[in-house]
């Protein structure tokens, strides 16, 4: 045991973290191997970014050790994790779109007063780097014009720069696209070759299983398993996760399709500079079938969103929903969209479907917040919209239950419910969702799902988009491709295969 | 979620934080103080006395914090709407123009009942109406709030420097000021109003105002947490992408919380010009629109912190004027410095404490 323990880079011993009334980390002592990759799986809420921020110094812990290479140390702050070699790669970007890769890399430790000096040491550190580890980026392009991949591979070249040999990583595929994600894959499997010891948190057991070597589980808090990942696989995991047996397979009735809820005819959208965005969209959503539009993202699904739910007019075209004609001279807003019966789940749960600064309670409105039952006469009636939060709660299963907690103090796949709830509580008419799934665990997939076939089977239009192949594919009932802002192909769900769906999203087939 | 400043209890955050930031800002006035050759804890006692001493300092405490909490009010305001409105002072003072207009036009015909409600709605029309022009050039135009509002102020002195000398000048007189109000343009002074219940107080210059700026906190209080608009205007504050989302319309949204900002520093006219003054003259609202940003940090946009900062700078107003007047050594301008220190911890300074408490909290918090 004895020299298992002198292996490990990092013990963590009796760790035990509350915010105020929620217990988030009770008691967790687990050993990550040195030069390995070790995967954290849990549901949401299970304490896993928790944990890892008290490693990284962010949070401090009410118990326990943290031990690096065998000598306990403390972490008051993210600079005494860095000085111990741990690094975080946080899974929203702390870039300066602005500057160069060069310039974001040397920020906060520029050496001394000569920028110049700094930046050319930074070049010949990058060079190295990028020999010895095939990480790839050009030094100096700017920020803003990476993909979003390419970024994520800056924010990990910016923690090696620190000298790190630990590297933790908090579901850093939840923005990347399939392609990208095998990119960082590879790029892990390298570093852990040169040394490196990686934590990678993450939701999807595809790459647990294709790059770990170890799986700590955790649930409510604790440490529930651990395994290697030669023993185990998808469904022994799934079902530590969550403490049951999990469905991967979505069994759902054949659609019973309705009158034409949402229709949309020769869209387009030119922005500012000229760049057409969405170029002849046309397509139908009929009352009681799910319709999925597959994609690699940043080919004009957000955009078809943003048109759709009203925030921005289109530049020619039309669509109608409910009965409402939508065109550049008729433009309509969201709330009226919501009035038609329109919900809205949007992409970007952080930046646009809830405000990190409101209680979860105020979240729960959102959009609704001049509507009875929350509002009569003007003013907003606090308890009846705590209690439909609490509602809300229950009927998704949002954890905790909490309705006065600030909405930024959830977990990303409980803030995730909670905007699920609100906007499909109403019984919309038509139903938009962007991403329903990203970074939700699998026990809540799958509920997630199964709520979205039953607002279907309860005659709600439902246009899903996701850049998950395998979501569309178990929810549609027709798939609909966009590459570069077009639709280049529809598929009835039955006869779909990954395969040709993947060549139609690399615009093999542009119409 | 990983949050780079660690939470500390509400408590902690809301009354612990800012009598640490005010201790150390009389920390360091204490040292200033003994440079200069005077006992600091006699420099205090003087102050303290000045502003609270006698039923006549505490209305001039309380008249100052009148003006503060108006313009704390209208920073705070634009602020949750994530406007930096740096115009208060001009908004005030073009409000007054309004309250002016209003009573030289209408004090012979109107009652006071009739003629002083008007009288604060001018004010509030022209002081919302002054910060309309920014705003409108911010939602439709793109210029920033912060420049254009502080071009304003200038605008705005220019403007009402004009107009006295050459328009509203009572005739005969010599220096810039209208004729005198009429009696039913007169806000009651406070001790005539408490004289009227029967309690004796020393004559001051604090008046009713006092009573709208609370009700005004009750009003923001209500607006803000309690309706739609309010929800709105903080959502837009926050995240204006979410608030583009849930169908509020930024635009309009802005003009609304900007107007709204104008009008509450109108308020500044009602104190000083109804309240006290009973005529027009120049420059009876300077400072206290740059104060009121402080005022808003420190009271962290809540109304009722609000009427807590604007309480300590009224007190520090008052008693650094007794102080200036009772110690030869301690001059007008050393009491803008200590005002500005307090400021400056309060305000630049605000989370410099944070890792001492931080440090006392982590283990229980
Ligand atoms: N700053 C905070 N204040 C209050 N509660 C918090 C805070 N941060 C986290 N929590 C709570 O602690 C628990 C664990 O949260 P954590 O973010 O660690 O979960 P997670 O396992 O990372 O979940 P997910 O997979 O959804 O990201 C949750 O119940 C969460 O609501
Ligand atoms: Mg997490």
Redesign the pocket.
Known sequence: MQELTADAAIELRGIDKS??S?H?VRGVSVRIERGSITGIV?E????????MSILYGLYRADAGEILVDGRPVEMASPRDAIGHGIGMVHQHFMLVDSFTVLENLVLGAEGGALLARGLAAARTELARLARDYGLTVDPDARVADLSVGEQQRVEILKVLLRGARILILD?PSAVLTPQETDRLLQILRVLRDRGVTVVLIT?KLREILAVTEKVIV?RRGEVVAERRTADTNAEDLAELMVGRKVRFDLDKAPARKGETLLAARHLSLVDGRGVRLLDDISLEVKAGEIVGIAGVSGNGQTELLQVLSGIRPPSGGEFEACGRKVDATHPVDPAEMRDLGVAHVPEDRLRQGLVPAFLASETSILGYQDREPFCHNYILDGPAVGKYCADLMERFDV??RTPG?LSS??????QQKLILAREMARDPKVLLVGQPTR?V?IGAIEFIRRELVRSRDAGCAVLVVSVELEEILSLADRILVMFAGRIVGEVAAGQADERTLGLMMAGARAA | ?S?LRR?LPGWVEIGLLPLANIALAFLVVSVIVAIIGVDPLHALRLLVLGALGSSESIGYTLYYATNFIFTGLAVAVAFHAGLFNIGGEGQAYIGGLGCGLAVLALDRYLPGLLMIPLAILASAAFGAAWAAIPAWMQAWRGSHIVITTIMFNFVASALMVYLMVNVLIAPGSMTPQSRGFGASAQVPSMQAALQWIGIAVAPSALNLSLLLALLSCVGVWIFLWHTPWGYGLRTMGHNPEAALYAGTNLKRTTMLAMCLSGALAGGVAVNELLGVHHRLVLDFAAGYGFTGIAVALMGRGHPLGIVLAALLFGALQQGGAELAFESPRITREMVVVIQGLVILFSGALVHLPRPWLQALFARRG
């Open positions: 915010f105020g929620v988030a849990g949401n809420g299970a304490g896993k970014s928790t944990l579901e939701h955790m954890r905790p907690l103090s959830f977990s990303g796949g409980n970074g665990d | 979620m949050a939470p």
